[in-house]
């Protein structure tokens, strides 16, 4: 009797210290929040500032900051897919930048704000920040941009950081935090 109280003692005691040790923590699966959080705070550095190139907050405003002079990416993460995302922010040529030549002026690369009483307020792409210029209607030509591209072209993005871009911009768009995949870009 001794005997087998002794066995099962030790037994119990071994058995508790093999069982006891720590766990190692378990990675954080494709999906998981902490990975789709991590995959929001990188898009959110690469948003705002560039490895190479011009960042994304140079025309494009996000959780206050940056400038809003490119299209509202808010507005447009929210109804649109991580392909077409990728594609928008790859596009060398984008139609909202043209080509405006002023009558009394050298020709610059410029987004329309707004035109309103015979005047027409026009952000000037040549300098960072964009400044904004305002002419009369009758003194500036428009005419298709042919020389100005979209900075994330020269960026040299790869594919992983253009979906951390995309879940940041989804997230802040939607509210929504969810994992942007290198296979949903193509």
């Known amino acids: 009797m001794l005997k087998t109280f002794v ?3 030790v037994f119990f005691v071994l058995g508790a210290a093999m069982f006891s040790t720590p766990l ?11 990975a789709v959080s991590s995959q929001v705070d990188r898009g959110r550095q690469l948003f705002r500032k560039a490895t190479e190139g011009v ?7 996000m959780e206050g900051t940056g400038a809003a ?6 507005n447009l993460g929210a109804i649109v897919g991580p392909r077409g995302l990728a594609t928008t922010i790859m596009m060398s040529v984008t139609c909202y930048v043209q080509e405006y030549t002023p009558k009394n002026g050298a020709s610059f690369p410029g987004i329309e704000k707004s035109k309103a009483g015979g005047m027409v307020e026009v952000w000037d792409m040549t300098t960072n920040p964009a400044q904004l210029k305002t002419f009369k ?15 994330p072209t020269a960026m040299g993005l790869e594919d992983q950081e253009l979906a951390d871009i995309i879940a ?11 994992e ?4 949903e870009l193509h």
């Open 55 to 61: 960042s994304c907050t140079t025309c494009h405003a």
């Open 24 to 34: 190692k923590a378990e990675e954080p699966k494709a999906g998981d929040q902490s």
């Open 7 to 9: 066995f099962r003692a």
């Open 69 to 74: 002079v490119g299209p509202d990416l808010k």
């Open 180 to 183: 942007v995949k290198i296979e």
């Open 137 to 151: 209607e009758s003194e500036v030509t428009a005419k298709a941009n042919s020389a100005w591209k979209h900075p």
């Open 168 to 178: 940041y911009v989804k997230t802040m768009s939607t509210g929504k935090a969810k």
